[in-house]
């Protein structure tokens, strides 16, 4: 028996009209085929002139009837009903976060093997080990290389600088004159040499690309700084890290600092930089760091930066080639202004005074 076409809402040329602004071809053949029918084409006809048969097209008048337009569009399918409620994904999440206790789970990173183990003894679920590498992508998580933490490192002082860095930038300044526009420069050094740096490449999978390093033993040091505001940046290099090479680097900085300016130097407590032998030039302050608080510093993800994209897989012969090297990665850093800003800039060391 014909299944009568009982919505009157749309007219054959408005289901015609819909067919051409559609972006699905299938929910358009769909359209098509009814309005062929309200014109008054047979049903076999009608299916037949687009690609499908009588049955398939009784089908879609009953979605149609139902549902109108909305129920000629492909719907993607359900899916499996996921094993795991979202409390329980929830509580995956956070044991990914804490991370593995060596004594209960007796590994100290997670695999999806221990995470697959552990969701069968805490919830009675036995997932397979694709499924978890599946869910753990699901909850925003993927592989990444870990950032080294001094043990002796304070989170809550490294906290407490980030949220009072404006009153330590006054303190800094002591007897600079009210209106002196400020400048917030970083600074680090890095030790580049033959010993070279090995970094992550795109390779098939299941192989293990080979890369050159040399085993011999001859470096140099590039000094660093960047005001990220202004997005420039001033640096040496040269043959060892002491007292006498922090004062070149300050007379560098010093005449990159913008006229009329005063800077304020933020960098950590080495020895050389807290020396009383420092020549501290007039428009600069120094800010030391706290202790063991690298990823307060900017800089450190410049070297990295450099390293990763210019200063690895090299092999030099000689001091005067690393030289070279170092200089030419440092300048093509510096022309790009933008690159600079992405890598530096910290929210909460933009200070006004």
Not at 7 to 24: F, N, T
Not at 92 to 101: I, K, S, T, Y
Not at 131 to 149: A, E
Request: aromatic share 6%.
């Amino acid at each position: 028996m014909t299944l009568a076409i009982t919505r009157q809402d749309l007219s054959a040329a408005e289901l015609r009209r819909s067919a051409a602004r559609s972006r699905g071809a299938n929910a358009s053949r769909r359209m098509l085929a009814i309005a062929l029918v309200l014109e008054g084409a047979s049903r076999e006809d009608a299916a037949g002139s687009c690609g499908m048969d009588r049955q398939t097209l009784r089908d879609w008048v009953h979605r149609y009837n139902d549902e109108g337009l909305a129920g000629l569009v492909n719907r993607r399918a359900p899916g499996p009903t996921p094993r795991l409620s979202s409390e329980q994904e929830t509580l995956v999440a956070r044991w990914v976060e804490e991370g593995p206790d060596l004594e209960r789970d007796g590994v100290v990173r997670w695999r999806c093997r221990d995470l697959q183990e552990r969701i069968r003894d805490e919830f009675r679920v036995s997932l397979h080990e694709r499924t978890v590498g599946k869910l753990l992508t699901k909850l925003r998580f993927r592989r990444l290389s870990v950032r080294p933490q001094h043990p002796q490192s304070d989170p809550a002082a490294q906290a407490a600088f980030r949220g009072g860095f404006a009153d330590r930038v006054k303190e800094a300044v002591g007897e600079v004159a009210p209106g002196t526009p400020l400048e917030i420069w970083f600074m680090d050094e890095a030790r580049v040499g033959q010993q070279g740096t090995l970094t992550r490449v795109w390779a098939r999978r299941g192989t293990r690309p080979r890369a050159v390093r040399d085993h011999r033993y001859t470096w140099a040091w590039i000094f660093g700084a960047v005001c990220p505001e202004r997005a420039v940046g001033a640096a040496v290099v040269l043959p060892e890290v002491n007292v006498e090479a922090m004062n070149i680097h300050l007379a560098e900085i010093s005449r990159c600092v913008a006229h009329g300016a005063h800077a304020v130097l933020v960098l950590d407590g080495a020895g050389w930089h807290t020396s009383p032998r420092l020549h501290l030039p007039e428009n600069i302050s120094l800010l030391p760091l706290p202790r063991y608080a690298p990823e307060l510093n900017p800089v450190e993800n410049v070297w990295e930066f450099l390293r990763q994209n210019l200063l690895s897989h090299r092999v030099w012969d000689s001091y005067d080639a690393i030289v070279d090297a170092c200089c030419h990665a440092w300048s093509n850093l510096m022309s790009t202004p933008e690159q600079i800003a992405s890598i530096t800039r910290r929210s909460w060391a933009q200070v006004k005074v």
